[in-house]
C-alpha cells in the first residue's frame, strides 16, 4: 500500500469537506460549540474559509444571510399575493388592500440569526401593522390623493419599523427615509360605488352646462331685443330682412335707415300682414300697421313732416 497516496487522498477529501466559499454579498454566521467553553459566533465575509471541524454540533453554518439591499413587494389586503395578510385594510370610511415596498438590508448578520427567528418576516410583519394603525384613523380619499398625507404615513412607518429593525440588525434603506407606497387595491363594490359617482357627477356637470348655455342663450336674445331688432322669416319662408330690403329699394333708402325709423316710430309686424318685428325702449310692441302706413310715416319722416296718416 503506498502510504503516501492515501495520505495525500485524506488530506484532499478532508480540505474538500472544511474548505467553503462565502460569494458576495452574502455573510454567513459559524457556530462553534465545543465541550469546556462558551459557544462562539462567528461572522464569515465573502470569501474562502475554512470550516476544520464540520460536525454540528461543534463547528457549523448557523445562518446564510443575503447582506445587501434587497427589495420586497408588501401586499396588505390581498388575498390572491404574498407576503402580507390577506385581511383589508381598514379605513375611516371603507375597507381596500395596499400596495407598498421595503428594502431591508442587513447590518449585524449575528443579531438578525439570534434576535429574531426570522428578520424579514419580523420587519414586515412590522410595516403592516403600522400601515394598519396609521391608515384606520383617516379615509381612503385622503390617503390616496393626499400626497402629504401618504408621505407622512410612509415617514412615520419607515422611522417606527426601523427602531424595531435596529434591535434585530436589520435596517431600512428606501429613499427618502420612506415606505414606498405603491398603489390602494380598491374592492369591486368599491369600484362600481365610485363608478356610479362619476357618472352621477358627469351628467350633474352636463345639466349645469347646459343650464349655464340656455341662460346665456336668454340673456343675448334679451340685449338683442333691447337694441332694436330680430328678423324672422315668414309663413311662406320669405325672411324679414328680404322684406326691409324691398321697402327701402321703393323707398330709395338705407336698409339700416328704414330699421332705424321703424324703431323709432315703435312699428311691430308692419310689412304686409305683421313680418317686422321690431322692438322699442318699452319693450316688445304688437301694433299691426300696413305696408302703406309704414311707407308713409317713414316718408314723411324723411321730408320732416308731421305724422299724418292719409
Known amino acids: 500500500m503506498n502510504i503516501p497516496l492515501m495520505i495525500i487522498g485524506i488530506v484532499v477529501i478532508y480540505l474538500s469537506a472544511v474548505i467553503r466559499y462565502v460569494p458576495p454579498p452574502f455573510e454567513w454566521v459559524i457556530e462553534e460549540n465545543f465541550p469546556g467553553s462558551d459557544t462562539v459566533k462567528k461572522i464569515w465575509k465573502p470569501g474562502l474559509h475554512l470550516l476544520w471541524f464540520p460536525i454540528k454540533p461543534f463547528m457549523f453554518v448557523r445562518n446564510k444571510l443575503y447582506c445587501a439591499d434587497k427589495k420586497i413587494l408588501i401586499t396588505i389586503g390581498v388575498a390572491d399575493e404574498n407576503p402580507g395578510d390577506a385581511s383589508l385594510v381598514e379605513f375611516k370610511d371603507t375597507s381596500a388592500g395596499v400596495r407598498t415596498q421595503a428594502i431591508l438590508k442587513v447590518l449585524d448578520p449575528i443579531k438578525a440569526t439570534y434576535m429574531v427567528d426570522d428578520y424579514e418576516k419580523a420587519a414586515l410583519n412590522k410595516i403592516e401593522a403600522d400601515f394598519r394603525r396609521i391608515m384606520s384613523t383617516m379615509k381612503l380619499d385622503d390617503a390616496m390623493s393626499n400626497i402629504c398625507m401618504r408621505t407622512q404615513i410612509a ?150 313732416k308731421g305724422g299724418n296718416q292719409p
Open 155 to 304: 415617514a412615520e412607518t419607515f422611522k417606527n419599523v426601523n427602531k424595531a429593525n435596529a434591535r434585530w440588525g436589520v435596517k431600512l434603506t428606501n429613499p427618502g427615509d420612506e415606505i414606498t407606497i405603491i398603489d390602494f387595491v380598491l374592492q369591486q363594490s368599491t369600484l362600481d360605488d365610485r363608478a356610479k359617482i362619476l357618472t352621477a357627477q358627469k351628467d350633474h356637470d352636463a345639466k349645469i352646462k347646459n343650464a349655464e348655455a340656455t341662460r346665456r342663450e336668454t340673456i343675448l336674445i334679451k340685449e338683442g331685443e333691447a337694441k332694436g331688432i330680430i328678423l324672422v322669416a315668414d309663413a311662406e319662408g320669405k325672411g324679414e330682412a328680404d322684406k326691409v330690403t324691398i321697402l327701402a329699394k321703393k323707398l330709395g333708402l338705407p336698409n339700416e335707415q328704414v330699421i332705424d325709423y321703424l324703431l323709432k316710430l315703435g312699428m311691430l309686424k308692419a310689412i304686409d300682414g305683421s313680418t317686422i318685428i321690431a322692438t322699442s325702449e318699452g319693450g316688445l310692441l304688437n301694433t299691426p300697421i300696413g305696408l302703406a302706413q309704414t311707407m308713409f310715416a317713414i316718408n314723411n319722416a324723411q321730408a320732416g
